[in-house]
């Protein structure tokens, strides 16, 4: 049995990516010869042109990161990919969280969050009722 990482949250894009930028990325669509090369995609959705376009003319647009939620997905390099699309679109900010849980679910528990133009992979500390939350270290991600 496979790896597999449940992946819940997005990373917002502003401004928003629009026309052949999108087309070109190898995060418009994650497959590649029926197989998932990348574990995110760009949220695509066809957005009408301004006004001085012809009626019925619409162009490509992207607000969000979200998960690319392939058959297997194991995202272990989740946070190499959020990087690598940050680099690749320098004009625009990215802002978010996506939240993941492997298959070892409370034990397994990380996400990635950007923070300026860093992606960084963060770990929660789960702390069960009865347990000293107070111990040190017990929050090593918490800002």
Do not use: K
Not at 33 to 51: F, W
């Amino acid at each position: 049995m496979a790896y597999y990482t449940a992946v819940s949250g997005e990373i917002l894009i502003d401004p928003p990516l629009r026309g052949a930028a999108l087309e070109d990325s190898p995060f418009c669509d994650p497959w590649a010869d029926g197989r998932a090369r990348r574990c995110l995609c760009l949220d695509v959705g066809e957005e009408p042109v301004d006004d001085t376009a012809p009626d019925g003319a619409f162009e490509l647009v992207a607000r969000r990161v979200i998960s690319a939620d392939v058959e297997r997905l194991d995202g272990f390099d989740m946070e190499g990919e959020v990087q690598e699309l940050i680099d690749a679109f320098p004009a625009h900010a990215f802002t978010g969280r996506l939240q993941c849980m492997g298959d070892n679910h409370w034990s397994d528990m990380w996400g990635v969050v950007v923070r300026g133009r860093r992606a960084e992979r963060v770990t929660p500390a789960v702390v069960w009722p009865g347990e000293d939350d107070a111990r040190e270290g017990a929050f090593p991600n918490h800002a």
